[in-house]
């Protein structure tokens, strides 16, 4: 059965940093992202990557954070940097099998106070 596990949530300061990884298990991924959701606001793609290393970035976070993976171990981690209190949101690990099949982490909380 498919399984998704983040890690590396927490409190950080602004201008700070966290990894954020995530441990996927029971398939193969075409495609590995995070998605954010702020109270009150709709989920929204922060980054994305193929198993190729083909890269998508939300706008709001480009040049600070780096997602990448490693396909032998299933894993994606998230690399944010310089973090903003507008960052502030549930992270959510995804993955796509390869027919197209998404599947979702818990989620993990990131606040980032000013």
């Known amino acids: 059965q498919v399984q998704l596990v983040e890690s590396g949530g927490g409190l950080v300061q602004a201008g700070g940093s966290l990894r954020l990884s995530c441990a996927a298990s029971?398939?193969?991924?075409?495609?590995m992202g995070w998605y954010r959701q702020a109270p009150g606001k709709q989920r929204e793609l922060v980054a994305s990557i193929t198993r190729g290393g083909a890269t998508n970035y939300a706008d709001s976070v480009k040049g600070r954070f780096t997602i990448s993976r490693d396909n032998a171990k299933n894993t994606v981690n998230l690399q944010m940097n310089n973090l903003e209190p507008e960052d502030t949101a549930v992270y959510y690990c995804?993955?796509?099998?390869?027919?197209?099949?998404?599947?979702w982490g818990q989620g993990t909380q990131v606040t980032v106070s000013s």
């Open positions: 995804s993955a796509a099998n390869l027919v197209n099949r998404i599947y």
């Open positions: 029971g398939s193969i991924f075409a495609t």
